[in-house]
């Protein structure tokens, strides 16, 4: 003879777990998707390069095209742009890749030892090709899938249908 009550309280009980899981997992899941995909802006971020030659590491490790606004310190806006070259590089001091900031000797001038930056860069983890960009958004929503096809298997394996009739 089968509990039915015991069965339905079971199910219940097994139900609320499974969404106290999904809403414990996804927010990190989400979270985890934006950083892959999603690039980050810097607004008038301020880096010295004192000597003609000299490179300095700014925040980021994708340079996300070129950096297009570069002011002095006192804010007037000057062809500082093309006094500097950006690349990504391994870092020296840390070991991992970033990007690098390196003064062209032959532009330099005294106006732009202290300049202020707007620039786009992907942050640790971020994926550098489109398509894995495209395939990366996918991750949450197939967590999301699993949870929900994990929810109704059990619904209709403990007689979800039962309401139905035979």
């Known amino acids: 003879?089968?509990?039915?009550?015991?069965?339905?309280?079971?199910?219940?009980i097994?139900?609320?777990?499974?969404?106290?899981?999904?809403?414990?997992?996804?927010?990190a899941i989400f979270s985890?998707?934006?950083q892959m995909t999603n690039p980050y802006t810097v607004s008038n971020e301020t880096y010295s390069t004192a000597a003609a030659g000299s490179s300095v590491y700014i925040t980021g490790q994708d340079l996300i095209g070129t950096p297009s606004e570069i002011w002095n310190a006192t804010?007037?806006?000057?062809?500082?742009?093309?006094?500097?070259t950006f690349s990504e590089v391994v870092r020296t001091d840390t070991g991992v890749k970033g990007i690098q900031m390196t003064s062209v000797?032959?532009?330099?001038?005294?106006?732009?030892?202290?300049?202020?930056?707007?620039?786009?860069?992907?942050?640790e983890g971020y994926v550098d090709d489109s398509g894995g960009r495209?395939?990366?958004?996918?991750?949450?929503?197939?967590?999301?899938?699993?949870?929900?096809g994990g929810a109704i298997f059990y619904w209709v394996k403990s007689g979800g249908f039962d309401f139905l009739g035979k």
Do not use: R
Request: include cysteine.
């Open 1 to 12: 003879m089968k509990n039915k009550k015991g069965e339905a309280i079971g199910g219940i």
């Open 14 to 27: 097994l139900f609320a777990v499974m969404v106290i899981v999904a809403a414990s997992f996804l927010p």
């Open 32 to 34: 985890s998707q934006a």
């Open 75 to 84: 804010g007037a806006q000057l062809p500082c742009i093309n006094n500097f």
């Open 105 to 123: 000797a032959s532009k330099k001038t005294a106006d732009c030892n202290s300049v202020n930056i707007s620039y786009q860069y992907g942050g």
């Open 134 to 148: 495209g395939i990366a958004n996918l991750i949450g929503l197939f967590a999301a899938i699993a949870l929900l």
